[in-house]
């Protein structure tokens, strides 16, 4: 993802230059969250996370997901059914890596998250997994921990 508007996006409401996000993220958080990266299976720190709380976009700050829509799909990423808000996310497609996927965005900062897919058949209400890189989120745990 380079650091210009792609035309086919509504503008982000909160913006930073490249040299703006490189100072303000580690390489690896820029890696994903500003290049679509994926960080690797099963490592991430809220993979298995039960903790109760709101989890919000590493890079800006904005509210994304709760964790009362999390669940295990044992896929090696956190899952979620839905986004805290319709709005907290924008859907495109992305065609990389030969298939067609969804990719997931921050829709307040642009930032790439993961992707979504559908029809997987998990017991959701939904039956949608937006599989989130944990480097791309941070937790605000309810009991203010």
Request: hydrophobic share 25%; charged share 25%.
């Amino acid at each position: 993802m380079s650091s210009t508007h792609d035309p086919g996006l509504p503008e982000p409401k909160f913006r930073r230059n490249d040299g703006e996000w490189r100072a303000h993220l580690t390489p690896e958080e820029y890696h994903v969250l500003r290049q679509a990266g994926t960080e690797p299976p099963h490592v991430g720190e809220y993979t298995n996370t039960k903790t109760e709380g709101v989890y919000t976009c590493r890079a800006c700050g904005a509210e994304l997901f709760r964790s009362t829509e999390k669940f295990d799909s044992h896929c090696g990423w956190p899952s979620f059914f839905d986004p805290a808000d319709s709005d907290a996310v924008i859907l495109r497609a992305d065609d990389s890596l030969g298939m067609r996927r969804v990719e997931v965005l921050c829709s307040n900062c642009h930032s790439h998250l993961g992707h979504v897919f559908e029809g997987e058949g998990y017991p959701t209400p939904t039956d949608q997994r937006y599989c989130i890189n944990s480097i791309s989120l941070r937790l605000q745990p309810a009991d203010g921990a």
